[in-house]
Nanobody, 127 residues
Framework: EVQLQASGGGLVQAGGSLRLSCVAS????????IGWVRQAPGKEREGVSC????????YYADSVKGRFTISSDNAKNTVYLQMNNLKPEDTAVYYC????????????????????RGQGTLVTVSS
């Protein structure tokens, strides 16, 4: 059973930084695509960033490119999301998500739609 434990959310002013962490268990970490999706109030869930299991590539939503960085520590079965220069529009519940494969056509969309998710962590960015 895929289990994902996310942490690191909080309240931060615009321009600030946060680092999210997600500890994964119940599956072979190296064999899964893993990343982050978010859902803001009244909005659809969207993929933020992920690391593909098939090619090791990293993917970012256009809205976070240059500001967010995803990384992983396979020895610790942990994935991180470093979020810099946060904006009020980044306010959302962030979920760690994992899937056997996300392909290459729309990896973030596939992860958001089909990925297994743990409980989320709330990120609130004040203006």
């Amino acid at each position: 059973e895929v289990q994902l434990q996310a942490s690191g959310g909080g309240l931060v002013q615009a321009g600030g930084s946060l680092r999210l962490s997600c500890v994964a268990s119940g599956f072979t970490f190296d064999d899964y695509a893993i990343g982050w999706v978010r859902q803001a109030p009244g909005k659809e869930r969207e993929g933020v960033s992920c690391i593909s299991s098939s090619d090791g590539n990293t993917y970012y939503a256009d809205s976070v490119k240059g500001r967010f960085t995803i990384s992983s520590d396979n020895a610790k079965n942990t994935v991180y999301l470093q979020m810099n220069n946060l904006k009020p529009e980044d306010t959302a519940v962030y979920y760690c998500a994992a899937l056997v494969t996300v392909g290459t056509m729309d990896p973030l969309g596939v992860l958001a739609e089909f990925g297994s998710r743990g409980q989320g962590t709330l990120v609130t960015v004040s203006s």
